[in-house]
């Protein structure tokens, strides 16, 4: 996780957040954004994390999840997207109409084709 | 006379095309599994057989289903099927009779009138020659509505007709050339020597009144030869390859086999089944509603058979289960659509014949990486209780429902335990229906824990669609029971009281809870017991679906709202006070789309429920029947 803490010399040090937009992995981005454009639209209100099972069992949220593929932090996103049960609660809530159980399908998805060298 | 050419496109047509389904269903045959195997040698030597047979007749030859959709439609079909069997029947008869020696090949039948041109003058022969031409104009009435309805479907009641491959239109086109270039021979033949039916005759007399026709019919009996070899050639590769392939499928499915969860050679005999008659496509609200043309089983099934790139067609669907209803041949559409969905995402390259059934296929489905994974849930501590209440998840989202299910169950006086009050873990079907069966199996394990320590023997939920899992694919000792089930049930023993209430309403079957799990005449009980019940149109096994449904991973919302919108207005065509579902889903999506008030049949009967007794008042009064503004 991003708020995973190193130890220097007795201090707790947070990781770097600073994003290198040359050197991040978009491609997740594009293959989500490509597959399903409603994507775009969410202004990250976070309803979906509010109404979300998965979330009151572990630390999940489609809000959060929305930076980390926009930033493309695919090793939190990796952990992250395979805690989602489809429920589809999310999909229910969204003010803006973002088909959210289809990011979800297609972030895994492009992570499981990039893993294979496929994207 | 035997050595004519012109006979053989037919005669390598035929031969072929049964040298194929023969070989192709011992390959079939082979593949079943063992259990199969055994249902099928059973079901030859017992009642199946003769179910079997029955269906044949009434199915494959007279299309009742179809002519219960629609008769002009099912005649047809009928016309087509039933007029050319009949013709192959009398035509055989025939020239085993009249013909000069009895045991002909099929080819001496088929072309009947080129080798005995003079036979029919009069007595018996005459009146045979008669009925052989009825039969013909029997096939050719039913070929000019089909010609029609390629052009206009709206006139046998269908939206919309299927979209064919070139090779479909070959096919399709040479079958449409078999009869009237048959009319066209015996009529130019019965013309120039005088004989003939009423239709071949006299058509023949006309023609050769200002026609060479004895110069001319040897080109249409060439025509008529060419046009069935091409067919039969064409066959196994086009959607007529169901004529055949149907007759395997019945005999299967008579004998118990079943497409279960995983493909088979069963599954490969129902996508060649398929005659892409379109009958799913003009039933399914994406094409109806939301102007979405290329999705529907009929497409599906086609790319399934031609092992297309079909991810997209098969995410693609609400999975209602309308076309399951009224498909003619019967084709297990939806289960079929979630084997393809488990498959994920497939190699576009095409699989050799051989690596269907065999090993690559199940290893694919071995290997493949699951994608979820809930290690962070904690066994719950669990208490005892005779009944559970699992409210789902969707349930939440519709929190007047589960208010409404506590009021109901605490003024019956059940002692019940709310499972997931705090937040429970999703059921697993919607995993499923995205063709994740491994990763539901894991919630699926949770639930069932908790289920099996509670020592529950009723199991109750809000929500069709965990209701339809929870029946389906856990192993559990409760009895599991939808609220509407339950509240009936409460109502049946007399442990819930309650008013009547003056309003007209109507009710709308969920997927999951009608066609899914059966559940009609509970719900139904239950309203027409607390309000009056209207009729709708498209009620029961043809319900519509709210749009909402998780069975589609890919459709937008502005295409569900349409889809929403579209229903919500069949539905309230009566200006029902209510509109009452039984599914949190539906309730949240029609609430949307329509203007008339939704509720759900809990809230309809919390209601009724008479109001708390007040002690100012007499008990008498607290219970007399009242119209209560609102739920």
Redesign the interface.
């Known amino acids: 996780m991003s708020e995973q803490k190193a130890n220097r010399f007795g201090f707790a040090v947070n990781r770097s957040r600073a994003i290198n937009y040359d050197t991040s992995d978009r491609k997740v981005r594009e293959y989500v954004t490509l597959r399903e454009p409603s994507f775009r639209l969410c202004f990250a209100c976070g309803g979906c994390t509010a109404a979300c099972t998965a979330g009151q069992h572990a630390p999940f949220s489609l809000r959060k999840m929305n930076t980390y593929i926009r930033r493309g932090e695919i090793d939190t996103l990796r952990e992250e997207v395979a805690r989602c049960m489809l429920c589809g609660k999310c999909l229910l809530v969204c003010p803006r109409g973002v088909n959210t159980r289809n990011v979800v399908a297609m972030t895994a998805e492009g992570i499981r084709k990039l893993d294979r060298n496929e994207l | 006379m035997n050595s004519e050419i012109f006979i053989w496109p037919f005669n390598l047509g035929l031969y072929f095309i049964l040298i194929y389904s023969v070989v192709r269903s011992t390959i079939w045959f082979r593949s079943l599994s063992r259990a199969d195997k055994l249902r099928l040698q059973r079901g030859f030597f017992g009642m199946p057989f003769m179910q079997s047979i029955r269906e044949i007749f009434m199915e494959s030859l007279l299309h009742r289903r179809i002519f219960k959709k629609n008769p002009v439609l099912g005649y047809m079909h009928m016309s087509l099927a039933f007029g050319w069997f009949l013709l192959i029947v009398f035509g055989t008869i025939e020239a085993d009779f009249f013909g000069e020696r009895h045991l002909n090949p099929p080819s001496h039948a088929i072309f009947f009138r080129w080798f005995n041109p003079e036979h029919g003058a009069s007595g018996l022969a005459a009146i045979y020659g008669h009925w052989m031409d009825f039969l013909l104009v029997f096939i050719l009435s039913g070929l000019l509505l089909a010609v029609v309805k390629r052009f206009i479907p709206g006139m046998m009641g269908m939206k919309k007709t299927t979209r064919h491959t070139w090779t479909d239109r070959i096919a399709l086109t040479s079958l449409w050339l078999i009869f009237p270039s048959r009319l066209l021979a015996e009529g130019f033949t019965c013309g120039v020597h005088g004989s003939g039916g009423f239709l071949t005759g006299n058509l023949g007399a006309a023609l050769t009144s200002f026609l060479p026709a004895a110069d001319i019919a040897p080109y249409f009996w060439w025509l008529y030869s060419l046009s069935l070899g091409t067919f039969f050639f064409l066959l196994p590769v086009t959607r007529y390859f169901h004529i055949p392939v149907e007759l395997i499928l019945i005999f299967m499915r008579n004998s118990g086999i079943t497409t279960a969860d995983r493909w088979s050679a069963y599954s490969e005999v129902q996508t060649h089944a398929c005659s892409s008659c379109g009958i799913c496509i003009s039933v399914c609200q994406m094409s109806r509603a939301a102007g979405i043309n290329d999705m529907q089983s009929a497409y599906f099934i086609k790319g399934l058979r031609n092992e297309r790139d079909i991810a997209a067609i098969t995410a693609n669907c609400l999975m209602c289960g309308r076309c399951d209803e009224v498909c003619p041949v019967g084709i297990e559409l939806g289960p079929l659509r979630l084997i393809e969905r488990r498959q994920g995402?497939r190699p576009a390259t095409r699989l050799k014949f051989i690596d269907r059934y065999g090993l690559t296929r199940r290893r694919e489905q071995i290997e493949r990486?699951p994608?979820?994974?809930?290690s962070?849930?904690?066994p719950e501590e669990e208490e005892q209780a005779d009944v559970l209440f699992f409210a789902g998840?969707?349930t939440?989202?519709t929190p007047s429902v589960i208010v409404a299910m506590k009021k109901i169950m605490e003024s019956a006086g059940v002692m019940y335990r709310f499972m997931d009050e705090?937040?429970?873990?999703?059921c697993g079907r919607?995993?499923m229906l995205?063709g994740?069966d491994r990763e539901a199996r894991e919630?699926i394990n949770h639930n069932s824990d908790i289920i099996w320590k509670s020592g529950a023997k009723t199991l109750v939920t809000s929500c069709p669609i965990c209701y339809k899992v929870f029946r389906e694919s856990y192993y559990l000792e409760a009895q599991v029971m939808h609220h509407s089930e339950f509240i009936n049930l409460l109502i049946e023993e007399g442990s819930l009281r309650l008013g009547y209430l003056h309003r007209r309403v109507v009710y709308h079957d969920p997927c999951d809870l009608g066609r899914g799990s059966g559940i009609y005449d509970e719900p139904r009980a239950v309203i027409s017991y607390v309000a009056e019940l209207q009729p709708v149109p498209e009620a029961r096994s043809m319900s519509l679906c709210c749009g909402?449904s998780?069975g589609n991973?890919?459709?937008?919302?502005?295409k569900r709202a349409l889809i929403a919108a579209d229903a919500a207005g069949t539905l309230t065509r009566s200006a029902p006070d209510a509109l009452i579902t039984a599914c949190p889903?539906c309730k949240?999506?029609f609430a949307q789309a329509t203007e008339t008030r939704v509720s759900d049949i809990a809230e309809l009967v919390a209601v009724a429920l008479p109001k708390p007794v007040r002690r100012t008042r007499s008990r008498s009064s607290a219970n007399t029947v009242r119209t209560v503004a609102d739920g």
């Not at chain 2, 994608?371 to 809930?374: A, G, K, L």
């Open positions: 995402e990486e994608t979820q994974s809930y962070y849930l904690v998840c969707m939440h989202l705090e937040g429970g873990v999703c919607p995993l995205a994740r919630l909402g998780l991973l890919t459709l937008s919302s502005e889903q949240k999506t």
